[in-house]
Nanobody
Framework: QVQLVESGGGLVQAGGSLRLSCAASGSIISISAMGWYRQAPGKQRELVATITRGGSTNYVDSVKGRFTISRDNGKNTVYLQMNNLKPEDTAVYSC?????????????????WGQGNLVTVSS
């Protein structure tokens, strides 16, 4: 089995910073794209940022210039550095990864989600 374990959420004042981490573990062969999503209360989940295995990144317009996504392929970990946080960034942040992993029958590609981590930004 494969799982993603997140850490780093919490409460911060507006203008502050937080760093989220998401580590994949299990019988992993390789990980393709990794990303961060968020869902604010009463709103739909939105894509925040993605990063390919080669390091190409993409961001939603509202976080450009403030958030940075990065990954360590050797550690199967993706990070989200969040600077100049705003109250509207308050949400549950979840990581996502496309994982090729071994099974008893051979191998399988699976999209895996982290457990979600609450980020609260106070004004």
């Amino acid at each position: 089995q494969v799982q993603l374990v997140e850490s780093g959420g919490g409460l911060v004042q507006a203008g502050g910073s937080l760093r989220l981490s998401c580590a994949a573990s299990g019988s992993i062969i390789s990980i393709s794209a990794m990303g961060w999503y968020r869902q604010a209360p009463g709103k739909q989940r939105e894509l925040v940022a993605t990063i390919t295995r080669g390091g190409s990144t993409n961001y939603v317009d509202s976080v450009k210039g403030r958030f940075t996504i990065s990954r360590d392929n050797g550690k199967n970990t993706v990070y989200l550095q969040m600077n100049n946080l705003k109250p509207e960034d308050t949400a549950v942040y979840s990581c996502n990864a496309g994982v090729l992993h071994t099974t008893a029958q051979g191998y399988r590609y699976l999209e895996v989600w982290g457990q979600g981590n609450l980020v609260t930004v106070s004004s």
